[in-house]
């Protein structure tokens, strides 16, 4: 069965960093392009970062840039997010996902950016 279990959660201060884990099973790890979600309260669940071919591609949304770093260890079969200078608007749930046609989506880790 396909899963996706979110860690590394926690609270920061405003500039602070965090690493984010994400281990999945259940499919073939490298053949599909991975990607970190995030949901904050009153929002919509928003796109931050995407791996792809096998690790040699990455995107990321405008919000992120420049702070947000994805990475993957294939034989782990784990991508993380490394997260700098976080800012309060970071501040959300964040889960990992297929970039394409999400689904079994896990119950995602929390960073909270609060002084």
């Known amino acids: 069965q396909v899963k996706f279990v979110e860690s590394g959660g926690g609270l920061v201060q405003p500039g602070g960093s965090l690493r984010l884990s994400c281990v999945a099973s259940?499919?073939?790890?490298?053949?599909?392009?991975l990607s970190w979600y995030r949901q904050a309260p009153g929002k919509e669940r928003e796109l931050v970062a995407t791996i792809s071919n096998g690790g040699l591609t990455t995107n990321y949304a405008d919000s992120v840039k420049g702070r947000f770093t994805i990475t993957r260890e294939n034989p782990k079969n784990t991508i993380y997010l490394q997260m700098n200078d976080l800012k309060p608007a970071d501040a959300a749930i964040y889960f990992c996902?297929?970039?394409?046609?999400?689904?079994?989506w896990g119950q995602g880790t929390q960073v909270t950016v609060s002084l």
């Open positions: 259940g499919f073939t790890f490298v053949s599909v392009e």
């Open positions: 996902n297929w970039r394409h046609h999400p689904n079994y």
